[in-house]
């Protein structure tokens, strides 16, 4: 063929063409909720573009780049006029963005009280007075709050919040906001879902992926300031110095976002990595190993915040081997990072397997004892309820037990018990209910919440940790509304009191549309996504059902695994008499960990919310409900229901078709159409199994399984992910 110079000319115009719209593009939900489009609304669109006509950003430091370059993208996207930014003032300038050291000493003075309230990462966005003219002032004590106050004006501006509604003072009411990631060092992630870990340490320290940045610029956008790289299952390689200096390479990345990095300490490493043969903490060779480790990671990350420790808990080494206590361990590492102001964040996720008691007890025991004995710079990291990450359990009793301990609530965002990321379930209703829950240790209105924020106790640091659920997929979570669940769990760690619809309507309008006929619906599915996925897999305080070892699927049969805690049969107690776990003095005696006035509500059947009810009790199947029904006949519509909910979800998702692109539509049907298969699974599955104890019939109106008890025994998963 011949090809004349022409149609070269128009080849070379395609080829250039295309590449400028492929790298101007990123691909389907890599921006998140931060994908910044032109805003069409005129009213709005006017009223922005003039406040940010002319801009003085008092600038300085790479925080206040960062923050200077998002204000410019965001404004150049969404108002589609290019902003004029000074470096000084002058009479023009609409708006200012300017530390409060910057400021004249009538704004400071006329601000003073807003400045004592916010802290280092706190903000104000307000409309201020200078020389007789009304300017939009974002200002902060401090770098990272001016980062976070640019984010939040974007944020309005995206969702198109009339500049009449603005003024905002806000701060963190949590100070450590972090997200843990179970990522190991070969890049599997334990309970992900989303893809490989982001930390491509192979390529480390010299090869700095784009995605590290975009990473932190997400994080610093909902106000996340800590990230813990690595499993708690820990790799004690991460602390030699070849990974140090790795570590150090994404702490540069994450500085300039607000973001400390921290690591897991294996409690073993002065044995793997250090040549000594004891890993005991009260010996010499011991401390002193750590103090030089100590010493030499603040060489390579100055500002590193320390450890985080899973001791002595499903087969990890602890300072439990030496004879030590939990104390013993973690006040030694809290002294070796004490000289630079570094933290130990230490795990009360124990359970032993030679300790017979129930499993939901064992937490409680084995560190209330200790409370007042750590040292000032140890944190306890408490997971929200007391198993471990079911679709519902009770608040953790150690919540509000542990007056002299700062503790931080631990949920997790990867849904390793909540159908891995092909489930939509909107968590922050989850994490609401826990953080609201009472636990009345200082009277009425002791809730959870007060506990992590440290204002029930006069706590001096305060802390939420999120199990991540991001990895290499394109979409950072596999699953597009799995990415609200990262963005309601920053928020809640800002501010523990947000309701979890406000945020499913932040997060959508953020990420989707600020249409209400989009939103509305949207927003309904994401509310109701939660009640819906514990009704299909564990309703009623049902706990632990999952499948041995991936978690995938029900497996209620399981009976025969080592650890009697690792069994569900050891979680349902299903027998001809009934079902439940009896954890009232009758039994456990679990409800004696939580304060009298909670614990008389959970011991009785007839005041016990219906939702924990085989949580706390072993019940005939023909006790009687409050409605009137039999339990077996409650049990079995409940599962229906949640299967019912699921038809629901998926209805209304069509409804809003035309909202928004067929992608974006398709990606999310399909998702729904999995969810719906796997939650009749579950409803089959677990209603045959305990049929055979009940030996009762299904009620009317629940479905039919299709498939008998033998069929969804025999399904097995190889590979099922995250394992
Ligand atoms: O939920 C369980 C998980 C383990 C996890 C453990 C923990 C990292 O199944 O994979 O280990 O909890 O929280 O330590």
Known sequence: MNISFSHLKLFYVFALLSIAISSSQTPAGYDLWLEYSEIREPTILSEYQKVTNSIFFSGGNSILLNAEKELVKGLDAMLGQASDIQDSPNLS??????KKDGLNQELQSALKGYFEQIGKEGFIIKSVSVDGKNILLISANADTGI???VFKFLQLMKMQK???EINLIEAPKIDLRMLNHWDNLDRTIERGYAGFSLWNWQKLPKYIDQRYKDYARANASIGINATVLTNVNANALVLTSAYLEKVAALADVFRPYGIKVYLTARFSAPIEIGGLNTADPLDKD???????KVTEVYKYIPDFGGFLVKANSEGQPGPQNYGRTHVDGANMLATALKPFDGLVIWRAFVYSETDATDRAKQAFTEFVPYDGNFLDNVLVQVKNGPIDFQPREPFHPMFGAMPNTPLVMEFQITQEYLGFSSHL????????EVLDAETYRKGKNSTVAKVI???LFNKKISGMAGVANIGTDMNWTGHPFAQANWYGYGRLAWDPYLSSETIAEEWLRLTYS?????VKPVKRIMIASREAVVNYMTPMGLHHLMDTGHHYGPGPWVGDLSRPEWNPTYYHNADKNGIGFDRTPTGSNATSQYAPEIAKIFNDPETCPEEYLLWFHHLPWDYELKNGRILWDALALKYQKGVDQVEEMISTWKQVKTYISDDQYNEVRMLLEIQLQEAKWWRNASLLYFQTFSGRELPDGVGRPEENLEYYKS????YAPGN
Not at 715 to 718: E, N, Q, R, Y
């Open 162 to 164: 009339s500049l009449d």
């Open 453 to 455: 924020d440290g204002s």
């Open 286 to 292: 011991v401390i002193k190993w750590w103090n030089n």
């Open 514 to 518: 600020n249409n209400s006929e989009f």
């Open 425 to 432: 379930v909107f968590l922050p209703k989850l994490y609401e």
């Open 715 to 718: 399904l097995k998963f190889p």
């Open 147 to 149: 980062l976070y106050g």
């Open 93 to 98: 300038n609409t708006m200012w963005v300017v």
